[in-house]
């Protein structure tokens, strides 16, 4: 019960030597993208350093990943995809601008670039879709539920159809850079160092 924060105590701890940018938890199993473009694995039931990778030739921004695949982002502006199973990179995309922002679910990559656009990829890293979310905006933030998809643009995130849908819900003025949405809450936080909560006033 996190509500009970003042009882959690520290179980283990990583040196990853340097600075980690991004992560992700698996059950058992954390995953970090860092500053000196390595995306490191940590087994944390046995406490170990399990893989470090280098997909990127500069840091790495985002990571996500599947029971086979391990997507990163970096700041070399390229989609790194990795097959856990073969033990090699699978494919490499390279885009015009990076992205910080990108999720998996349901069998799909959601890859929320700089340029505004939101891409969708399946699971051959195949392009099956994308829509205009901002123009000229970067997006710095993304959560996608299966309620609604957020995204934090320029301070401003916007709530959208959980689809490529080109259909905008609302706007919320927050200042944000980075957004979760969960359980009909939607939350933001930024330069501003205010983190805010909303819900709807159903």
Known sequence: DLSRAGELIKVSSIAVHSAVLCSRFEQNFAIFGTFSKFIVGYDTREGREAFRLKQHTKSVLSVASSDRFIWSTGEDH??????????RLFKRIKFARPSSAIQFRESFLWYAGYDGILRCFNSEMQLVGKTVCSEGEKITGMSIGCGATALATSGVVRVWAPTLSTAEWTQVEMGATAVDYKGGVLMGGGLSHVVSFYKYNN
């Open 78 to 87: 390229a989609l790194s995809c990795y097959d856990r199973r073969a033990g």
